[in-house]
């Protein structure tokens, strides 16, 4: 019981910081003989996290010229590590650059990349914004360019990106194929961690067969070389623990030591080492697939025909899946449905490809490029069938909160210890099957309510109603339109009822033509037509892809999942430029929002005025956008303004802040607060 106390202390102080330290009055509560390997793996965790500090604390806000060696994006300088933000961003090498050091944001779309909690899993606590490269110069060649040359050495180009994703962790060279073995469920393989090292030991093992337990310490030796070579990753600092552990046990002459146990150790090592790695992703994920996979190997059958294979190879699929589940969907909201067949197929091939690898890349020669040949076939059957099984079904899923996780292993846990007979069969259903009902009764409770999603110097919201129906309000930019997708997979919209472009502006609809491409869509509502550019771009790629076109103006009213559009403008003879928007009021039932796109505000004397809750200002901001007259007549409590961080317009006006103010309405900004949600439930 040792290790799982050192882990538990380990885990508390890496993941509660100082506030650990109220753990120890609890230590009479904690079984004698573990108490004090628990307070010390708390005490070592929090005391290295402590003395580590932040670097970059009193440097915020000024500019600095810094040097170091960058890798991956990260700079070593000898202050500490921080983010080189340069763009374009240099290759990685000895850096000179100069910027403005501030805290790394984070993600500010839902489903947009966190590049702040990924920095903070690297130990990065700061960036160099803005930076202006001031000199770059590459890294001398090393043994890792050596080893390098030697593996690719007669290899096709595919082969060449394979196997210097397999043996180095470089996956640059994959492109399209990284997505390829995402969507097949076979990310995984692509990460260097505990299959690829479980594979190095056991080839090292079975290489030294002659010398012994002497092969032991030589696959140890091995091991600390491969991981040296190739560079800390927490999934690969995790795997490296548990094999030297387990080789170190070995060597000494201690039986086999179970997985969990080793599990246990290498993640109290693991923080003792790197506290900041519990916030890594791929720590995360790493840890729990090993404990789903431990759980799972005590009832799987034994034996070593061909059918134990098969139901060893599916238990340990599925049961790392099962474990990181709500993980994978709440960070990417898809998962392969046929992982498991995608496994079944894919792991002899990389049983194979690993260790030629790192044989091809050790040895000086290839003679008549025997093992080369031999990489590249393997290499192209791989490759052959992780883009067949890419194009394979998904379960897909939007973000989860803290009650989804904690919902989703509390169902998981009574069907774990049913299998281990701790728990009645008939109990653990009811248990689980309850979880499950909570679930799927709180699954829609957020409903309805509305996203304003922060698109820098644009609009864009998401309107999510009862009975699964979403309607998008414009969409942002034409370079918004990636991440505006991910943002509709996150919040769960993988079907749009309605989307509604406001006029033909490219910072309003300069994403939706793009979207109406990619993306299922019940119908397009526009204005009446003007002949402008982008209004022919957005109704030319309705018509390709199948999706009517509803041309609205004042007077019009739509109903969509029990709630109604009135549009208050514009005339249906239309109107050009900004005074073309479309204006209407959203009525949800128990709020109601006026979307104003980019309409003049003088404009609203003809507006038929009701209390509305939620205002979108019009034009971001601008100073005649909001005038007296539109809040007096509809009475907003709060207001969203879409507005770009440093944008060169000066939005938003202070007399439209001030004006706001008067009236006494709460203001949100996508550049000030991100993205928002706000609910429409309340009463009115």
């Not at 490269?133 to 050495?153: H, K, N």
């Not at 393989?189 to 310490?217: E, I, K, N, Q, W």
């Not at 996979?293 to 340990?316: D, E, K, Y």
């Not at 006029?503 to 869509?521: I, K, S």
Request: net charge neutral; glycine share 10%; aromatic share 6%.
């Amino acid at each position: 019981m040792i290790p799982y106390a050192l882990a538990a202390g380990a885990l508390l102080a890496a993941l509660a910081g100082t506030w650990s330290l109220a753990a120890l009055a609890l230590l009479p509560l904690v079984p004698r003989g573990l108490r004090l390997p628990f307070a010390l793996a708390l005490l070592a965790v929090l005391g290295h996290s402590l003395l580590a500090g932040d670097p970059w604390a009193d440097a915020l806000g000024t500019t600095q010229v810094l040097e170091g060696e960058l890798r991956d994006g990260v700079l070593a300088t000898a202050r500490g590590p921080i983010y080189l933000d340069a763009y374009p961003r240099p290759a990685d090498g000895w850096v000179r650059a100069r910027g403005t050091v501030r805290r790394p944001e984070g993600a500010r779309l839902p489903g947009d990349f966190d590049r702040r909690a990924w920095l903070l899993g690297r130990g990065v606590r700061a960036e160099l914004a803005d930076a202006e490269v001031l000199t770059w110069r590459p890294t001398e060649r090393g043994l890792r360019d050596a080893v390098r040359t030697r593996l690719v050495a007669g290899l096709t180009p595919e082969a060449t990106a394979l196997a210097r994703a397999f043996t180095l962790g470089e996956r640059g060279a994959l492109g399209d194929d990284v997505e390829a073995f995402r969507r097949a469920g076979l990310a995984h393989v692509l990460a260097l961690s505990g299959l690829h090292v479980g594979l190095l030991v056991g080839f090292f093992v079975l290489l030294g067969m002659p010398l012994g337990t002497g092969r032991y310490p030589l696959a140890l030796a091995l091991l600390a070389f491969y991981l040296a070579l190739v560079g800390p990753t927490p999934s690969l600092v995790r795997a490296g623990l548990m094999a030297a552990v387990w080789l170190l046990a070995r060597t000494l002459g201690y039986g086999e030591v179970p997985l969990t146990t080793l599990l246990a150790l290498a993640l109290a090592l693991h923080l003792a080492l790197e506290p900041w790695a519990v916030h890594s992703l791929a720590f995360q994920l790493s840890y729990l697939a090993v404990l789903g996979i431990a759980l799972a190997l005590p009832l799987v059958p034994r034996g070593w025909g061909p059918l134990q294979w098969l139901l060893g190879t599916l238990a340990v699929t599925l049961a790392a899946q099962a474990a990181t589940l709500p993980r994978v969907l709440d960070t990417f909201h898809r998962v392969p449905l046929a992982s498991p067949l995608a496994n079944l197929a894919a792991l002899p091939l990389v049983s194979l490809l690993v260790p030629l690898g790192f044989v091809k890349a050790l040895l000086p020669a290839d003679p008549g490029g025997v093992l080369a040949a031999l990489f590249n076939h393997l290499a192209a059957a791989l490759l052959a069938l992780v883009r067949a099984f890419a194009g394979g079904p998904e379960l897909r899923w939007g973000m989860l909160d803290a009650s989804g996780y904690a919902l989703y292993y509390l169902a998981l846990a009574p069907l774990v210890l049913a299998a281990y007979r701790r728990l009645p069969a008939r109990t653990a259903l009811a248990l689980a099957a309850t979880a499950a009902l909570v679930a799927a009764v709180s699954a829609d409770t957020e409903r309805p309510d509305v996203w304003f999603l922060d698109v820098g110097q644009g609009d864009a919201a998401l309107v999510r109603l009862p009975g699964g129906v979403e309607m998008l309000v414009d969409g942002g930019h034409p370079w918004d339109a990636a991440r505006l997708r991910r943002a509709l997979a996150a919040l769960g919209a993988d079907e749009l009822d309605l989307v509604v472009a406001s006029h033909p502006d490219a910072d309003h609809v300069g994403a939706l033509p793009e979207l109406l491409r990619t993306w299922p869509v019940g119908a397009l509502v526009v204005g009446p037509p003007t002949g402008e550019v982008l209004e022919i771009e957005l109704r030319e790629a309705a018509r390709a892809a199948g999706v009517p076109v509803v041309t609205a103006s004042r007077g019009d009213v739509l109903r969509i999942g029990g709630a109604e559009l009135r549009f208050l403008h514009p005339p249906p003879r239309g109107a050009a430029d900004n005074a073309g928007s479309l204006v209407f009021v959203l009525d949800a039932g128990s709020e109601r929002v006026l979307f104003t796109g980019d309409a003049p505000g003088a404009l609203a004397y003809a507006w038929q005025p009701e209390p509305v809750q939620i205002l979108k200002v019009s034009h971001h901001g601008e100073a005649s956008g909001t005038p007296g007259v539109l809040l007096r007549r509809f009475r907003p409590r709060v207001a969203w303004i879409g507005v770009g961080r440093n944008n060169p317009f000066g939005h938003p006006d202070e007399e439209t802040l001030e004006r706001l103010a008067t009236w006494d309405v709460q203001v949100w900004r996508g550049d000030r607060d991100g993205s928002v949600r706000l609910s429409l439930r309340q009463p009115r």
